[in-house]
């Protein structure tokens, strides 16, 4: 189907879904490409009033698709805002709660949305994969990598930071470091999840 309306935005959508009443046979797909121009009437509608905080940019380019077949999931979207680009894949079997998600944003100009902040581009990159949605079970693994290439904050430039976590047997570890003119640091944590009592450590250098 196709919605526009005129100086806010243009949608266009379709898929096929089939056999959605069997669990174990079901199958489809949903596509969107959206093209947005003055969205910011929006934000009256959260019930805020309008102060320019928070805005939404024209001529952002929004595509997303999602596919199922089974207890299988896979969804995907892509926006471009400028000359930023974001990235989401991800993809989930309801079946064995096995899970796989990444995220990349490219020079997305952050100012455009929060005009009165003092942040800028954005560069980052992320994945995540595991099985078990229940993070306190001890039969749950997971693990996640989060790199910030680039942020800008007023005068400061951050880069070179990088988090990395593990779930497994309910204890989540994580490691942050840090390699910049601003902050070099690193830091480990460690907790557990299912303990009775608070069960965790950290330790940082600085």
Same mark, same amino acid.
């Given at each position: 189907f196709t919605a526009d309306l005129p100086g806010a935005f243009s949608l266009h959508a !379709? !898929?096929?879904?089939?056999? /959605?009443?069997? +669990?174990?046979?079901c199958s489809g797909?949903?596509?969107? =490409?959206?093209?947005? /121009? %003055?969205?910011? *009437?929006?934000?009256?509608?959260? !019930?805020?009033a309008p102060d320019g905080t928070?805005?939404?940019?024209?001529?952002? =380019?929004?595509?997303?698709?999602?596919d199922l077949k089974g207890p299988e999931y896979?969804?995907?979207l892509r926006l471009k805002q400028g000359q930023g680009t974001m990235g989401v894949n991800a993809e989930l079997n309801t079946s064995t709660e096995v899970y796989a998600a990444d995220l990349k944003i %490219?020079?997305?100009? /952050?100012?455009? *949305?929060?005009?009165?902040?003092?942040l800028y581009e954005l560069s980052l990159s992320a994945d995540a994969k595991g099985q078990g /949605?229940?993070?306190? +079970?001890?039969k749950s693994s997971g693990k996640l990598n989060l790199s910030l290439d680039r942020l800008r904050?007023?005068?400061?430039?951050?880069? =070179?930071?990088h988090l990395t976590g593990e779930l497994k047997g309910a204890l989540a570890t994580a490691r942050l470091t840090s390699d910049n003119v601003l902050l070099k640091m690193a830091a480990d944590a460690e907790y557990d999840l299912a303990s009775?009592?608070?069960?965790?450590?950290?330790?940082?250098d600085v």
């Open positions: !379709g !898929g096929v879904l089939e056999n /959605l009443a069997d +669990s174990l046979a797909t949903i596509g969107m =490409d959206m093209t947005t /121009l %003055n969205l910011n *009437f929006l934000t009256a509608l959260s !019930g805020e928070v805005l939404i940019p024209d001529s952002m =380019d929004l595509t997303a698709r999602i896979k969804a995907n %490219n020079d997305l100009q /952050l100012h455009n *949305f929060l005009p009165k902040d003092s /949605l229940d993070i306190m +079970s001890r904050y007023a005068r400061y430039r951050l880069s =070179d930071i009775s009592y608070p069960d965790g450590k950290a330790a940082v």
